[in-house]
């Protein structure tokens, strides 16, 4: 691929994932504030870190909020991923087989 072509594509991959990854972040963010009413009957933390919040409340939050939202933002990556590459015929930039070591990627 030319360097002109990579470098639009790298482009367009990075716009499209972080679309893709805020918007799954702010679903899930919504989802879980209301899962955690339902389950509670109290709102969620506004701060964790915050010295009235409980600590077991502030805990369970931290833990499950982290969790699915990191999940939600997995899925979205992985489902954009899919989809640039049925649009384009290969996989996004830094994801191609050999990537990790054309960026110095260590493992």
């Known amino acids: 691929m030319a360097k002109k072509d990579k470098q639009s594509s790298s482009k367009v ?18 989802g879980l504030n209301t899962g955690w009413k339902a389950a509670t009957g109290k709102t969620p933390p506004a ?25 939600a933002r997995m899925y979205a990556a992985r489902r954009a991923a899919g989809y640039y590459a049925r649009s384009t015929g290969h ?10 070591e054309d960026s110095g990627f260590q493992p």
């Open 47 to 71: 701060n964790p870190a915050d010295p009235d919040v409980d600590l077991k409340e502030a805990v369970a939050w931290a833990a499950v909020s982290g969790a699915l939202i990191g999940l």
């Open 91 to 100: 996989l996004p930039p830094g994801l191609q087989k050999g990537d990790d």
């Open 13 to 30: 991959w990075s716009v499209m994932s972080l679309v893709a990854v805020l918007g799954a972040a702010t679903i899930a963010k919504k």
